[in-house]
């Protein structure tokens, strides 16, 4: 594929991010987005919500923003054993994030807000993107270095 559609299509997966995060309110079930963006959240009192559809909400946009992230990565390297590896890495975060955020939700105290608010959103941005797109690029410039010499 030439530069310049990997470049457009990734672009479009970058506008495609960008528009689940301006529509958040309207797409997924959370609010817990109100609580920590309008009130003071260290002394407040978390709002009654159900439990297990904001842990189900919050799995499904972790989803819908790795299978993007992956997508993004699968473009702009065209490389199945980075796909493979970077699939790996969104699951193993899950697993452990999910967990600690799941074990947050049920359990929560005062002082444990701040803790939830950075689980939650390592889970709902598409925060991981940001260290493998270099970490990649890197891992692919030095193995390209190292055949040449």
């Given at each position: 594929m030439k530069t310049r559609y990997r470049i457009f299509f990734i672009g479009i997966l970058v506008v495609v991010l960008a528009a689940i995060r301006y529509y958040e309110s309207i797409i997924f079930y959370d609010p817990l987005i109100d609580f920590f963006k309008y009130?003071?959240?260290?002394?407040?009192?978390?709002?009654?919500?159900?439990?297990?559809?904001?842990?189900?909400?919050?799995?499904?946009?972790?989803?819908?923003?790795s299978l993007i992230s992956i997508a993004i990565l699968a473009i702009a390297f065209i490389d199945r054993n980075i796909v493979k590896f970077a699939t790996v890495l969104f699951l193993l975060l899950l697993v452990l994030a999910g967990s600690v955020f799941t074990y947050l939700v049920f359990t929560i105290e005062n002082e444990h807000f701040l803790?939830?608010?950075?689980?939650?959103?390592?889970?709902?941005?598409?925060?991981?993107?940001?260290?493998?797109?270099?970490?990649?690029?890197?891992?692919?410039?030095?193995?390209?270095a190292k055949k040449s010499v």
């Open positions: 009130s003071d959240y260290l002394r407040d009192r978390l709002p009654d919500f159900d439990h297990s559809l904001l842990i189900l909400n919050t799995f499904f946009r972790y989803t819908l923003n803790a939830l608010f950075y689980v939650r959103r390592f889970l709902i941005h598409p925060i991981f993107i940001l260290v493998l797109l270099p970490a990649f690029y890197y891992y692919r410039m030095n193995n390209h």
